[in-house]
């Protein structure tokens, strides 16, 4: 073992979704639906990402942010708040 810690596959996919879809916000909970995969992975990534290190890298996070897929579903869902809401901020590859 090099003493690095692993990365999942989920991390680095959810990372990757961000990249495609950069500067959008998404709460955890729709994050992982539309990954299709648990949420508990991404939400331990959404906390790291609230850090200057995750913004140099070109992902923010906050708590009670907004959602994309919430705000897209019309009056009764848009500005309704995720526990944890993250983006990328890295222009997509064209």
Same mark, same amino acid.
């Given at each position: 073992?090099?003493?690095?810690?692993? $990365?999942?596959?989920? $991390?680095?996919?959810?990372?990757?979704?961000?990249?495609?879809?950069?500067?959008?916000?998404y709460?955890?909970?729709?994050?992982?639906?539309?990954?299709? /995969?648990?949420?508990?992975?991404?939400?331990?990534?959404s906390v790291l990402?609230? /850090?200057?290190?995750?913004?140099?890298?070109?992902?923010?996070?906050?708590a009670?942010?907004?959602?994309?897929?919430?705000?897209?579903?019309?009056?009764?869902?848009?500005g309704?708040?995720?526990?944890?809401s993250?983006?990328?901020?890295?222009?997509?590859? /064209?």
């Amino acid at each position: 073992m090099s003493g690095e810690p692993s $990365v999942s596959s989920a $991390v680095i996919r959810g990372l990757e979704f961000l990249d495609r879809h950069a500067g959008e916000w998404y709460c955890t909970r729709c994050w992982a639906d539309a990954m299709r /995969t648990d949420v508990r992975p991404l939400y331990r990534l959404s906390v790291l990402m609230g /850090t200057d290190e995750a913004r140099l890298a070109g992902y923010e996070a906050k708590a009670d942010g907004a959602c994309k897929v919430h705000d897209a579903k019309g009056a009764r869902l848009a500005g309704r708040k995720g526990p944890r809401s993250v983006r990328g901020l890295r222009k997509p590859r /064209t």
